[in-house]
């Protein structure tokens, strides 16, 4: 049982590295290269469509829970295969594209749509010693490449030859770049504290408390900000103007059907994952444990809670949040929208990067 | 595995796409008709050019975004040293900000912030 435990602990770090080791031991350099290139591609496919089908349910789930309806529960055990139906009903469904479409960016931007959520995968720790890339830049990786996401979105808008979808391309584009910025800015007071754009560091740099306990209030300040930003930044209700049900059908994505539809449906899913991930990692300590300061004892039984399981509890419970305000704040007008972004999220971030220089440089956090 | 993950993830993206859509495409019977290829507007049959002119405000918050954006982009190399530096960062971070917000107060003035 100890032994078992142990493994489980340990799991993702030593299972990447006692396969590296074997492939390094069996094949030479390139082969060994390739076919852990080949293995990280599969690997990073599975967990995607995982997520997705996963995310899909679990917000149905959620809103039954909260409307006090039962939700699917039909298909499979308590309705757990039902997002797996849902796939294979848009699989056989016919993807058509509209007369006088641009056919070219028509058809690319699913496909952008889904590298723009891939790529985002990168530089993400999902356990111990355990992250495709560790990178030195990771924030600024991470805030450059979400912002690929509004051309996938414009592009599908604009190539459909439709108002509804051009309409909500637009709207979709003011608002996330707009967002952009106060996500960036609330981003930034961690690594003010922490002095470090890698995500691993960052996550080290809270071994002894997460930074929205370390920094108190004006890192949970940023924390409600970049909450709220990144809700419109991957186009959630209440921020949902670019697919807004009750005006534009279904916004950008009005004229996609089949299975570049699921494409979409699927990278916003993971838009979403990623970005509550990113949140997880920088405020709440990422894989790392609940420690408080110097406890060692208490510390330490916390370490006995695999840190794979700490990353993903934390990010759902973000996940959960987000899907939670869809069914609580109602949808605001593109005006109202713009106005909290560029009249109050904006001024009072870069208020905060004072306040948090100030209290960085004095030493008023623990 | 470093920068060719990069590599790694934007293969892996390409092909599950195209995985999937290709099998869509063997499985399904398309046809078509000339109701069918129409734009969905409700039903009701499409009324003049799709690209046509819109709110100019998009594009002035566009502009507005993009001197922001290129502020953030200044602020990371800072971010990372504002600690090590000590006052002399929160001076020059001052500074900063203060011109940004005389920017920011303009465009107010002049109503680009408004929507119209």
């Known amino acids: 049982m100890g032994k078992l435990w142990e493994v489980f602990m340990l799991s993702f770090s030593k299972i990447s590295q ?10 030479n350099a390139t ?4 076919i852990e290139m080949v293995i990280a591609g599969v690997c990073v496919i599975g967990l995607f469509a995982a997520l997705g ?3 899909v349910l679990m917000e149905r789930r959620v809103a039954a829970w909260i409307q006090i309806r039962l939700g699917p529960n039909r298909v499979g055990p308590g309705g757990m295969l039902q997002s797996l139906a849902d796939t294979l009903k848009l699989l056989v469904k016919e993807g058509m594209t509209p007369d006088g479409a641009d056919k070219f960016l028509f058809n690319l ?5 889904m590298m723009v959520a891939m790529l985002l995968m990168a530089p993400i720790a999902f356990a111990k010693d355990f992250q495709l890339w560790d990178l030195n830049i990771g924030v600024l990786y991470i805030s450059a490449v979400s912002s690929l996401m509004v051309i996938s979105i414009l592009m599908a808008g604009w190539a459909s030859n439709n108002k509804y979808s051009l309409m909500g391309a637009m709207r979709s584009g003011a608002q996330i770049v707009s967002y952009e910025l106060s996500a960036g800015l609330s981003i930034l007071t961690v690594v003010i504290l922490s002095g470090s754009l890698n995500l691993n560091e960052i996550i080290l740099s809270q071994s002894d408390g997460w930074w929205i306990f370390k920094g108190h209030i004006p890192v949970i300040i940023s924390f409600v900000i970049f909450i709220i930003a990144v809700t419109a930044e ?9 697919e807004a049900e009750s005006e534009l059908t279904a916004g950008f994505h009005t004229e996609y059907s089949g299975m570049k539809f699921a494409l979409f449906f699927l990278a916003e899913y993971i838009n979403v994952f990623i970005v ?3 949140g997880a990692t920088l405020f709440l300590g990422g894989w790392m444990p609940f420690h408080i300061g110097h406890w060692e004892g208490f510390n330490h039984v916390m370490d006995f809670i695999p840190s794979s399981l700490w990353f993903f509890g934390k990010t759902f419970f973000l996940i959960f949040l987000i899907m939670w305000f869809r069914w609580t704040f109602p949808r605001l007008r593109i005006d109202q929208l713009l106005n909290l972004e560029w009249k109050y999220l904006l001024p009072i971030s870069m208020f905060n990067i004072l306040l948090v220089t100030v209290m960085a440089i004095l030493g008023w956090y623990f | 595995m470093g920068a060719s993950s990069m590599i790694v993830l934007i293969l892996a993206a390409l092909t599950f796409s195209s995985i999937a859509i290709l099998i869509a495409k063997i499985v399904t019977k398309a046809t078509t008709n000339k109701q069918k290829g129409q734009p969905y507007e409700c039903g009701i049959p499409t009324q003049g050019k799709t690209w046509t002119q819109l709110n100019v405000g998009y594009y002035l918050f566009a502009l507005i975004f993009l001197i922001f954006d290129v502020e953030l ?17 929160l001076v020059e971070i001052i500074v900063f900000f203060f011109i940004l917000f005389m920017g920011f107060l303009y465009a107010h003035k002049k109503g ?3 929507w119209m």
């Open chain 1, 18 to 27: 006692l396969i590296d080791s074997w492939l390094r031991a069996t094949f």
């Open chain 1, 31 to 34: 082969w060994t290269m390739v």
């Open chain 1, 53 to 55: 089908l996963v995310l």
């Open chain 1, 109 to 113: 931007a699913p496909f952008i749509a």
């Open chain 1, 234 to 242: 991957t186009n959630r209700a209440p921020f949902d103007l670019a």
């Open chain 1, 276 to 278: 509550c991930a990113i």
């Open chain 2, 73 to 89: 982009v200044f602020l990371f190399p800072w971010a990372v040293v504002a600690k090590k530096v000590g006052w002399m960062a």
């Open chain 2, 112 to 114: 680009a912030l408004k």
